[in-house]
């Protein structure tokens, strides 16, 4: 993986204006540790930088191709999965390759195909290829939106960045938010509306779309979406073409030229991962496969079992990693270095986010990538097959709001009254909501049951899925680590969509017909373990430090965090911290002390991008 910017400028010769790219690509250094490089013509400028993962000598970028009189060049963050099959066709079709990067291949595919070159792809990716000859920029992001891409227009001037930092690193855009903006922040987060980049006119790329900018001005479409279809397999049938999708999925994503390891949770998701990728390593003659897991110092003495985590990791872990002969390697997090690293998150992901489930993952992946360079991570399983508590209960279909936005009343309760006339934010969230059903793909005359699932799939998808990739991109980015998610193979995502509910849940169990694609390469019982998601800090020293933390800023008057919230029931609710919300706010894992630490989150954010409210 890698991090891209770039400047089109049709009043400006980008020649002279070197310095503001560089700062740019400065700002993403973190994503491309290993090298860095810019290209500049008349109006445009492109810069990268490099995390070297396959052809480490021959993929260097910006990468530039001459065809005719017209030079194209690009650059690429992600990474390409049918890499041989395309290398092949256009080598068929005479083209001649100087290395074996997939960067290589993607460009002599566009230069070949032109933008219909994205149908054929198979990765995750965010890349702009510019024509000069042509005076056209095109941009596109993989289908379920797995590699990030911002842009924003100023006048006659193109900018585009993988991180929103790179954006703010120019003169013309400033850190203003709006009251959508604001909303996004303090009423969505740590969700975000598709395409909204939060800061006034700054948008994200949807997944699934391409972007053309000239002379003429920009457009966006896109050329992926799901297609709704009557699912005639059975069963069985069923299994076995998830078990093929899969393990081809997972196959085609071992391949790298550094080292490579799974993100092991015992769960069924990361554990099925983990069953290929060891089964490969085997076959392949190889050395045991590294896997990582993650927890709290003191967690087995404080965990309370509940309904979104009925139990702990650890045995799993233990369980999965000695069935199936991997080195392991558990990784313990203690209460100071997680509260510190509140703010770490925050200029990884550049917005406030899942507070410490964000700041747990950045020192995961710190910590893993010390051995590794790719991780294969289970994101994205409970979206595609239907994991989560709220695909099981048809009242979360009926309520007509997002399922994991729970706690509305008492979260708007600890805004300023003139926050909450300004941002109306039941009003906001139902907007966002419906204008999400309008776009799900329906199926004429479907079950009615099966339509809500369907329902709950798409919102699940483009919302609560979106903020998890997010994460995962920035903070294991942050530290120059990159994790790819088989759960995401657009080919397995197509096929599963269509999948009926009631035959999702196959025997009774939630993601029954994945557990039964799986049979035979994990144990019994694993097989048939109860979802548990991503594990959080259950220590009271953890949810004291946060307290406190919020109690000194409620005590600065300088803080800019003051004027947005109510502080008489923020510290209201201080004192009652650890039974404020009843359930999770936000998702399966947010609770008082997330809440106390997304706070934290919002005020740091605020200071240091200094943001101003419009």
């Known amino acids: 993986m890698c991090g891209i910017t770039g400047w089109i400028d049709w009043d400006a010769d980008l020649t002279r204006q070197r310095p503001i790219l560089e700062a740019m690509n400065k700002t993403q250094c973190h994503r491309g540790p290993d090298a860095g490089g810019v290209w500049f013509s008349t109006h445009a400028a492109l810069g990268h930088r490099r995390l070297a993962v396959i052809d480490p000598a021959g993929g260097g970028q910006p990468m530039l191709r001459c065809r005719g009189d017209n030079t194209y060049v690009i650059v690429y963050n992600g990474e390409l999965y049918n890499t041989p099959e395309l290398r092949r066709t256009l080598a068929a079709r005479g083209h001649i390759f100087s290395g074996h990067s997939d960067t ?39 289908r379920l939106g797995v590699k990030p891409l911002f842009y924003a227009r100023r006048g006659n001037a193109l900018l585009f960045g993988s991180e929103l930092k790179a954006l703010l690193a120019h003169p013309a855009i400033q850190p203003q938010v709006d009251a959508d903006g604001l909303a996004e922040v303090l009423i969505m987060c740590p969700g975000r509306t598709p395409g909204h980049g939060v800061f006034s006119n700054v948008y994200e790329l949807k ?73 490969d390593r085997r076959q392949a003659g190889a050395e045991a496969l590294h896997t990582w897991s993650v927890d709290y110092k003191d ?46 998150a925050v200029r990884a992901r550049d917005l406030p986010g899942m507070a410490d489930v964000d700041a747990s993952l950045y020192l995961f992946s710190r910590a893993v990538k010390q051995l590794a360079t790719v991780a294969l991570s289970g994101e994205c399983a409970d979206e595609i097959f239907g994991g989560y508590p709220w695909f099981h209960k048809p009242r979360a279909a009926t309520e007509g709001t997002f399922p994991w936005l729970r706690g509305s009343d008492e979260r708007v309760s600890m805004l300023a009254p003139e926050i909450i006339d300004l941002l109306q934010p039941e009003a906001y969230v139902n907007r966002r909501y419906q204008e999400t059903l309008a776009e799900v793909p329906r199926l004429p005359n479907e079950k009615l049951r ?18 998890l990739l997010e994460r995962k991109d920035r903070m294991s980015m942050a530290v120059g680590l990159e994790v790819r998610v088989p759960f995401c193979d657009h080919r397995l995502v197509e096929y599963t969509w269509n999948i009926p509910g009631s035959m999702k849940n196959f025997g009774g169990m939630e993601k029954g017909i994945l557990r039964r694609a799986l ?3 994990l144990p019994e019982e694993v097989l048939s373990r109860r979802k548990s998601p991503y594990p959080k800090s259950y220590h009271p020293a953890y949810l004291n430090t946060v307290r406190q933390m919020v109690l000194e800023i409620l005590e600065d008057n300088s803080s800019p965090l003051l004027p947005l919230i109510n502080v008489d029931n923020v510290r209201s609710m201080t004192k009652s911290a650890g039974s404020f919300f009843n359930k999770p706010f936000y998702g399966q894992l947010m609770t008082d002390a997330q809440f106390l ?9 605020l200071r240091e991008y200094k943001v101003v409210i419009s």
């Open 104 to 142: 290589e291949v993607l460009l002599l595919s566009y230069i070949e195909w032109g933008k219909d070159c994205v149908e054929r792809l198979n990765g995750i990716y965010a890349l702009a290829i510019w024509s000069e000859q042509d005076q056209s920029l095109f941009m596109t992001r993989d």
């Open 207 to 279: 997944p699934g779309h391409c972007l053309i900018y000239n002379r003429r001005g920009l457009y966006t479409y896109h050329y992926w979406q799901l297609e709704s279809r009557p699912h005639e397999d059975d069963p069985e049938s069923t299994a076995a073409k998830v078990r093929d999708l899969f393990c081809d999925a997972v196959t085609r994503q071992l391949v790298a030229d550094v080292p490579v390891c799974t993100l092991l949770s015992g769960g069924l998701d990361s554990s099925a991962i983990t069953a290929v990728a060891a089964g």
């Open 299 to 344: 967690n087995d003495r404080y965990f309370v079992p509940n309904l979104f985590q009925p139990n702990t990791d650890a045995p799993w872990v233990k369980r999965v990693s000695e069935s199936l002969g991997t080195e392991h390697h558990a990784f313990i997090i203690d209460t100071p270095e997680l509260a510190e690293a509140l703010t770490t």
């Open 450 to 467: 099966d339509a809500q699932h369907r329902e709950m799939m798409y919102l699940t998808m483009n919302w609560f899925m979106a903020v």
């Open 519 to 521: 049979a035979g390469l």
């Open 597 to 605: 630490a997304y706070l934290i989150q919002v005020d740091t954010w």
